[in-house]
């Protein structure tokens, strides 16, 4: 027995070990967060900007008019979102075409895959209570995804956060009834279900990952899907006209559904009932309640400290609308475009949680989704940044109801109030800018030195850029807050006599005093002497004159045959060229160029300063654009 002791105990020792090193690692508790003390919160600087847009609704009933025309549509419903209200809502055309009812804001359609958007706002909705996490296994909630059958041995099990971002290798319809399928129809589906892809690897649309992910939605609530997205989101957003069945919408309310027959729309004899597949698109509603829902979205920004909604945080809708896998880019040439408008048309875009976000050629975040089902036809779309959305509902299956949304954002940028928010500019600025005036006026070293950071000496030339802005513009009377870069940079603008004056102002973090400035001049005539040089400068462009170039830039850097080289390449990019207009920097003049194509680009010119009029120096850069593409 004694013998046998000192290995009872190290047995005994190991056992131990073995059951500590099981043991579970404690429950990580996130530290509380820190908050700065008071966000700045950005706020859109025109206070007639709604007024503008609103100025763009005649234009925008017409071209909805003249488009349904064009595609043979007999009526549609739009409505328009402006800061959280709806700014717009009308019917076009009729509902039904037997009756000739007419089509109004509170006529109800179906939203078809909208409906997609409601089932991730839900699941992201448990997720912040904690009754489930975004990338559990599809098999936690429905068991009966075991079944599913994976193309490689190396693929994990799809998750919730695959499908909701089509990206689970799910195919895009389930082999189940399309009419009032039940939720035990839709799980036994999924025996020997094989996968189209390995999960994870591209985002493909399946209308099956988000049927079951309204059946998740029930299940984690121990609720039904429809009863946590009806009290969820719809009771508090007072959505009192959207419907899951039509046999609940009043009849004099619901618009007709048709079917496509050879001479053109016939009525539909049984709408299609999704039953327990409704998560990909089962919902009824009108443009009214849906414009209530894109108000909802855009209430998510900018990020600030005021109250939030008690039902889907703030956050957690910006992450809906941002937080995607990317799909398709497009990219399409437009040749004929007019000045200024792009030369090329670029897309890029992704999808998660039941929304696609794009960028393209004029905005940076265009957010939304389609629907189509039975012959209804929808869309919704906004621009976070800009504040604004549209929603377009029709019942016949020749709509393009994406195509009237982009018409309509069309004609509101065309209105050039679509400008993003602006951060709150410290007040330090404008006491700075009511220095700066009155030196523009009267330069006086002893104000100037006064408005400077006590490390910073007035510098010689800034005594003649100050005096050169007052040539320019003559007197000035007031200035206007323009933008804020950050807290310790932003510009002014300055009311002047003539042509529009704007300051760059850079502050010392510590005084919040000036370190540096810089005007720039629009609308001013430039020298009659430099205007003809940069004339004769532009003509070189593709077409070298030896004599020009002894007459104006024989002073100029570079060398003579490197220029030469220089206007040739850009000839042949650029085609011939023309003045259009002048600006002024500090000290530098510059014109910005039409050209025959691939964009505009503008001349900077450096003069000598002892007779302002010789040129020492040129460049050539493309001109500035907004967003992905080069403009004509």
């Not at 530290?31 to 609704?57: G, I, N, S, Y």
């Not at 398709?328 to 875009?349: D, K």
Request: one cysteine or more.
């Amino acid at each position: 027995m004694t013998r046998r002791f000192p290995t009872l105990v190290t047995t005994l020792s190991l056992v131990a070990a073995c059951s500590s090193a099981a043991s579970p690692p404690p429950r990580f508790v996130a530290p509380p967060q820190r908050f700065a003390e008071k966000a700045a919160v950005p706020r859109f600087a025109d206070p007639a900007r709604r007024a503008k847009l609103e100025a763009a609704f005649p234009s925008i009933e017409a071209k909805i008019e003249a488009e349904m025309k064009a595609q043979n549509v007999p009526g549609m419903a739009v409505a328009i979102v402006i800061d959280g209200q709806t700014a717009y809502a009308k019917g076009f055309g009729v509902a039904d075409l037997a009756t000739k009812t007419p089509a109004r804001a509170d006529t109800v359609y179906r939203i078809g895959s909208i409906t997609k958007s409601f089932t991730g706002l839900a699941i992201l909705a448990l997720r912040d209570q904690g009754l489930l996490g975004i990338d559990d296994p599809l098999v936690r909630w429905i068991p009966e995804a075991a079944g599913l059958v994976y193309p490689t041995r190396d693929a994990h099990p799809l998750t919730l956060r695959q499908m909701l971002s089509h990206s689970a290798g799910l195919p895009r319809m389930g082999d189940f009834p399309r009419a009032d399928a039940t939720e035990q129809q839709v799980v036994d589906a999924l025996a020997g279900m094989p996968l189209d892809r390995a999960p994870g690897l591209a985002s493909v649309y399946s209308n099956l990952g988000f049927s079951l992910l309204g059946i998740v939605v029930g299940r984690a609530a121990r609720s039904s899907y429809h009863d946590v997205v009806a009290q969820r989101i719809w009771k508090p957003l007072g959505m009192t006209s959207t419907f899951w069945e039509s046999e609940d919408v009043p009849a004099a309310r619901l618009s007709a559904a048709y079917d496509v027959g050879p001479k053109g729309a016939v009525p539909l004899k049984q709408r299609e009932r999704l039953g327990a597949a409704d998560g990909a698109g089962g919902i009824y509603s009108t443009v009214e309640d849906m414009a209530r829902y894109v108000a909802f979205q855009l209430d998510a920004y900018p990020p600030r400290d005021d109250a939030d909604s008690p039902m889907i945080a703030r956050a957690t809708r910006r992450e809906a609308h941002s937080t995607g896998v990317h799909g398709e880019s497009h990219v399409q040439l437009a040749p004929a475009a007019p000045p200024g408008e792009p030369i090329v048309h670029v897309s890029t875009g992704t999808y998660g949680f039941g929304w696609g976000r794009e960028e393209n050629c004029y905005f940076d975040e265009l957010v939304g989704h389609g629907g189509a089902i039975d012959s209804y036809r929808s869309d919704v779309s906004f621009l976070p940044a800009y504040g604004v959305g549209v929603v377009v509902l029709s019942n016949f299956p020749n709509a393009n109801a994406g195509g009237i949304s982009r018409l309509v954002l069309e004609e509101l940028r065309q209105t050039g109030a679509l400008q993003e928010r602006v951060a709150p500019m410290d007040p330090a600025f404008e006491s700075v800018a009511k220095q700066f005036l009155a030196l523009v006026n009267r330069y006086d070293e002893g104000a100037l030195r006064a408005m400077l950071a006590p490390e910073r000496a007035p510098l010689p030339v800034e005594k003649d850029e100050i005096e050169g802005y007052h040539a320019l513009h003559g007197t000035c009377t007031g200035f206007h807050p323009a933008e804020a870069t950050s807290k310790d940079q932003a510009s002014m603008g300055f009311t002047c006599e003539r042509g529009a004056f704007e300051v760059v102002f850079q502050l010392d973090p510590a005084s919040r005093r000036v370190v540096g400035f810089v005007g720039t001049s629009r609308d001013v005539a430039a020298p009659p002497a430099l205007s003809s040089a940069a004339n004769a400068i532009t003509g070189l462009v593709g077409a070298w004159d030896e004599s020009v170039y002894q007459q104006v830039l024989s002073k100029a850097q570079p060398p003579h045959d490197a220029m030469k080289d220089g206007f040739a390449a850009i000839g042949a990019r650029h085609g011939a060229c023309k003045v259009a207009s002048t600006i002024h920097v500090g000290f530098d003049w510059g014109f910005e160029l039409e050209c025959e194509r691939g964009g505009g680009m503008r001349l900077t010119v450096v003069v000598d300063p002892a007779d302002k009029t010789t040129v020492k120096g040129l460049g050539f850069q493309p001109a500035p654009n907004d967003g992905l593409c080069p403009r004509r």
